[in-house]
């Protein structure tokens, strides 16, 4: 079980706009500390998709989106394609474990 | 642009010892404003962070309690690279294995390409 919560699927339609939520504690998003998204398709690596809550790399569409508040974090993605389907995971620190920890991911179809 | 190369043996026998390599290019192990870390993938344990090091006037490392009695993460200046040991290990520890850059706010901005690791007899 993943300390940060997301939910395992989401979909929308070419052109639509999905949110993924990231759930968290007081020990983690809660204190303060940044969430990151990465976008992972099978066989590549995690690639960054939004740092420090809502941060683009240089690269990055604009359709892309992340927000934090209080102890959860959300990635939005507008204008959906269906080359953005693919598994998406958040990150943040975690006091109590001291370690960075992430979330259990979450599949977008694009219908 | 920075690239990360994973080298090691993609099978290892039950007690032994996991070792991997990260070879970088575009930075150094050496940086004073990164760290390296491995972070390892399976189905029933997810993205899981295993641990780092970096340097700032002297090496540092940090491990996941969860693997600290087993592991051994060390830079190699000489040939800009860095590597992880894990000792004792059992078919809990298969997973894909990921080297991976990361920076002050927490975030890993470029990876390995992976390594499928397998424990098995």
């Known amino acids: 079980q993943s300390v940060l919560t997301q939910p395992p699927s989401v979909s929308g339609a070419s052109g639509q706009r999905v949110t993924i939520s990231c759930t968290g504690s007081s020990s983690n998003i809660g204190a303060g500390f940044d969430v990151h998204w990465y976008q992972h398709l099978p066989g590549t690596a995690p690639k960054l998709l939004i740092y420090?809550?809502?941060n683009r790399p240089s690269g990055v569409p604009d359709r892309f989106s992340g927000s934090k508040s209080g102890t959860s974090a959300s990635l939005a993605i507008t204008g959906l394609q269906a080359e953005d389907e693919a598994d998406y995971y958040c990150q943040s620190y975690d006091i109590s474990l001291s370690a960075w920890v992430f979330g259990g991911g979450t599949k977008l179809t694009v219908l | 642009q920075v690239q990360l190369q994973q080298s090691g043996p993609g099978l290892v026998k039950p007690s032994q010892t996991l070792s991997l390599t990260c070879a970088i290019s575009?930075?150094?192990?050496?940086?004073?404003?990164?760290?390296w870390n491995w972070i390892r993938q399976s189905p029933s344990r997810g993205l899981e962070w295993l641990g780092r090091?970096?340097?700032?006037?002297?090496?540092?490392?940090d491990y996941a309690i969860y693997v600290k009695s087993r592991i051994t993460i060390s830079p190699d200046t000489s040939k800009n690279q860095f590597s992880l040991h894990l000792n004792s290990v059992t078919p809990e520890d298969s997973a894909v294995y990921y080297c991976?850059?990361?920076?002050?706010?927490?975030?890993?901005?470029?990876w390995g390409q992976g390594t499928l690791v397998t424990v098995s007899s």
């Open positions: 090091t970096y340097f700032r006037s002297r090496w540092y490392n």
């Open positions: 575009g930075d150094s192990v050496s940086s004073d404003s990164a760290a």
């Open positions: 991976a850059r990361g920076y002050a706010s927490g975030h890993f901005d470029y």
């Open positions: 420090g809550n809502s």
